[in-house]
């Protein structure tokens, strides 16, 4: 997600529904892709971006720092995938074709991997592979310890290996497909 200036979440905090309407813009299209990468269904996805903007609008004056409100709303989101996860009973992942994937095949691979995944697991991998977040975020993110997060990122790099090991040395795929050459 790209940082959202402090004036606008700011304005927005304060009631200024233009403001909310440009921070709602800003934030759809991550919300939209990390509930898409947790989940593996668009229709879920959507669903969860939807409902993470509606706690957004909810509950923005309780943010202390606009300076956090990126975490903040990951955590939102992430939290939200994990509640309708709960509610589903059993939710068929549809391959999609990653947005970063130069090889519908490898996309497949992917996310064939990302859904062999337990979900807390394959949470610490979208937000650090897919979203970019440290280490320090994640934690915030999903209240825990920095130290949990790399011990935890470390057990999915050796869970996904093996369904990505062919992929490991192709130099015409990005970085973010091969989990940084796991």
Known sequence: ????????????????RVQME??????????????????????SAQDVAQEACIILCQTLVSLRRAAAF???????V???????????SRIKPTIET?????DENVAIDVWRALSALPQRLREIV?????????????ASVLRTTDGAVRFHLMIAKRRLRPFL??????????NEVHLNAI
Do not use: C
């Open 1 to 16: 997600m790209a940082q959202v200036p402090t004036e606008i979440v700011e304005a927005a905090k304060d009631g200024d």
């Open 22 to 43: 440009r921070l709602l813009k800003a934030v759809w299209p991550d919300a939209f892709r990390l509930a898409r990468a947790i989940l593996g269904d668009p229709q």
């Open 70 to 76: 990126r975490v903040w709303f990951y955590r939102i």
């Open 78 to 88: 992430v939290r939200a995938a994990s509640q309708y996860r709960r509610r589903q």
């Open 98 to 102: 990653a947005s970063n994937a130069t």
């Open 126 to 138: 979208v937000l650090r592979y897919f979203e970019d977040l440290s280490s320090r975020e994640i």
């Open 165 to 174: 090991v062919e992929y490991e040395h192709t130099p015409e795929t990005s």
